[in-house]
């Protein structure tokens, strides 16, 4: 809070979701730990394949959270919600591990 008194600018609360990148050595690997992934709730989930066939499979959540707190310097939320903010957060990081 006491930082937020001093912000002359914009203040975003953000919470940013799991993200694991794996190299994979074949496709069907890949696509084995794809299925895995959305099975276990990781809907964001993709596979890429870079130009020289090197295969990355990223398996993501989707428990991201972005607030807006200030703009140019005015507090525009309470504490009250700020706190309820870190108590979502806290729980999103929960659900990550």
Avoid: W
């Avoid at 993501?60 to 979502?88: A, D, N, Q």
Wanted: with cysteine; net charge negative; proline share 2%.
């Amino acid at each position: 809070m006491a930082a937020l008194e001093k912000a002359t600018g914009d203040a975003v609360f953000k919470f940013e979701p799991f993200v694991l990148h794996v190299l994979c050595r074949e496709l069907q690997d890949a696509q084995l730990l794809h299925s895995v992934a959305i099975d276990s709730g990781f809907r964001n989930s993709g596979i890429t394949v870079g130009k020289g066939g090197k295969i990355t499979m990223a398996v993501r959540s989707t428990h991201c959270l972005e607030v807006p707190l200030s703009h140019k310097g005015r507090l525009m939320v309470s504490e009250e919600y700020i706190e309820f903010l870190v108590h979502v957060a806290n729980q999103k990081m929960e659900e990550n591990i």
